[in-house]
T-cell receptor, first 116, second 112 residues
Framework: GENVEQHPSTLSVQEGDSAVIKCTYSDSASNYFPWYKQELGKGPQLIIDIRSNVGEKKDQRIAVTLNKTAKHFSLHITETQPEDSAVYFCAASINAGGTSYGKLTFGQGTILTVHP | GAVVSQHPSWVICKSGTSVKIECRSLDFQATTMFWYRQFPKQSLMLMATSNEGSKATYEQGVEKDKFLINHASLTLSTLTVTSAHPEDSSFYIC????????FGQGTRLTVV
């Protein structure tokens, strides 16, 4: 089955700096790669996603890049703010149509701390 | 995106008893829902796929007789943890997918 590795496990930055989190996946058939932000005691919140027919996607301060050949994808957060502090998870799935987007394999998570 | 609501948000039960967790899709008719489990400071692991009107599909290593899933309508799936034990204490989260996957707020189960 799919295996997703995520690094680093913890990341500490100063407010205004950029943060980068990287993930690799094992199954070349995976074609959907979402990123989630999880705050303490809450469910994961989708922040951005990318599909295998796209190399990069940006939404304001957040961007995701995908390298299918190398089987890795990355989350980039620019101009970080204290409220960005949370646990971030990458995930991968094989979308065969319909609801298969929901069958996700998650990375181990990255604890991001943004210091004011 | 889809709005997913879980109930209860937290529950404490005695060892040996059963507890039911509800997952509702508030604005989307979901033929499929997913149940995940998350132990403290760990990642989310898929437990099972809940299929409306048919049997759930369980991931390898998940006991189907212990974690009973019922998906009786397009907006409601329930997970019942039967004969709960302290090792079942965890954060249980459901999700609904359209062209993306959206999660509920989770249910913290503590078995004492």
């Amino acid at each position: 089955g799919e295996n997703v590795e995520q690094h680093p496990s913890t990341l500490s930055v100063q407010e205004g700096d950029s943060a980068v989190i990287k993930c690799t996946y094992s199954d070349s058939a995976s074609n959907y790669f979402p990123w989630y932000k999880q705050e303490l005691g809450k469910g994961p919140q989708l922040i951005i996603d990318i599909r295998s027919n796209v190399g990069e996607k940006k939404d304001q301060r957040i961007a995701v890049t995908l390298n299918k050949t190398a089987k890795h994808f990355s989350l980039h957060i620019t101009e970080t703010q204290p409220e960005d502090s949370a646990v971030y998870f990458c995930a991968a799935s094989i979308n065969a149509g319909g609801t298969s987007y929901g069958k996700l394999t998650f990375g181990q998570g990255t604890i991001l701390t943004v210091h004011p | 995106g889809a709005v997913v609501s879980q109930h209860p948000s937290w529950v404490i039960c005695k060892s040996g008893t059963s507890v039911k967790i509800e997952c509702r899709s508030l604005d989307f008719q979901a033929t499929t829902m997913f149940w995940y489990r998350q132990f403290p400071k760990q990642s989310l692991m898929l437990m099972a796929t809940s299929n409306e009107g048919s049997k759930a599909t369980y991931e390898q290593g998940v006991e189907k007789d212990k974690f009973l899933i019922n998906h009786a309508s397009l907006t409601l799936s329930t997970l019942t943890v039967t004969s709960a034990h302290p090792e079942d204490s965890s954060f249980y989260i459901c999700s609904v997918s359209t062209t993306e996957a959206f999660f509920g707020q989770g249910t913290r189960l503590t078995v004492v």
